[in-house]
């Protein structure tokens, strides 16, 4: 854990003294920290992981057991594998319909990529201007290089497969580019649930495989009164919560709230967080904390 504070010390350009000072204690106990000679409360301990942006798991070092237990997942990586998918739709339809029906197709877009349907966008203004075909994804790929950071790479993934669309290529062969971009890991898992989609659940039977669970325990029962709540505060805290803390809130609650919070997913993240939720091995505790969390966030919706 010292090496891991320590680290994101660095990364933000601080001293102990400056962090100390953010965190209202001496220079010396973040000293003790570094230098695995202490470790923080429980209270230091999430005050760490708010001010750095990470999760606490991250900051005892338990994310890569974490990972290998309930299969928890990058946010970024799933965004790619959601948009390589609609990459492929775009594949079919074009294949099938023509240019003009993926134009089409993105007016009505709900997804959560903004840079897809402006690369649709793009693409199709300049090909009605007769610009070079060439020059027309250059462009393309510029704009995909102005994105910030964390939408980069998903930026370069639209771009390619734009390319290949228009030229006409095979779908399988679009397939392979688009897996070099998501992630081996992260495209298995993503055929597997397409797989079970497609052959063993549907999205009802999914939701309704919960049906009559009671909570873990009277501590991991802090949510129940949340199944009252209309769909928009789920949803504002579902896009304020990650998904490793949502798994673990739903493991120790009622069918009947699991219900309310799967039935506000995409269809994508519904069977990711339900993988989630059956896989999961924490404790009692771990439930409650999650819970707790969730909590916090409902509190601020509703201020908001």
Known sequence: MGGKIYSLRMAKRMTQEELSAVLCISPAAVSKWERNLAVPSIEMLWALADFFGC????????????LQQV???????????????????????????????????????????????????FFMEMFYKKVEFELIFQLLGNYAETLPE?????????????????????????????????????????????????????????????????????????????????DFKIRAVLRNLDNAT????????????????LSNLSDRLLYFISEDIDLFQGTEEEMAEAQKKVLELVALVSVE
């Open 150 to 230: 964390a939408e980069r790479q998903e930026g370069r993934m639209i771009a390619v497969a734009l390319r290949m669309i228009a030229s006409g290529n095979a779908p399988e062969f679009l397939q392979e580019t688009i897996a070099s971009y998501v992630g081996i890991e992260y495209w298995e898992k993503l055929e597997r649930r397409s797989k079970e989609q497609r052959h063993k659940r549907t999205r009802e039977e999914t939701i309704g495989n919960y049906q009559g669970k009671k909570p873990y325990s009277d501590k991991t029962a802090l949510l129940e009164e949340l199944v009252s709540s209309d």
């Open 55 to 66: 999760t606490i798991d991250e900051l005892v070092g338990r994310s890569e057991n974490r």
């Open 71 to 121: 299969g928890v997942y990058d946010e970024e990586k799933l965004q790619l594998a959601e948009v390589a998918e609609e990459l492929l739709k775009c594949c079919e339809i074009s294949r099938a319909k023509g240019l003009l029906a993926v134009e089409e197709e993105m007016k009505h877009y709900e997804g959560g990529s903004r840079f897809l349907p402006f690369g649709v966008r």
């Open 246 to 261: 949502l798994a673990a809130a739903l493991s120790g609650a009622s069918g009947e709230l699991i219900a309310r919070f």
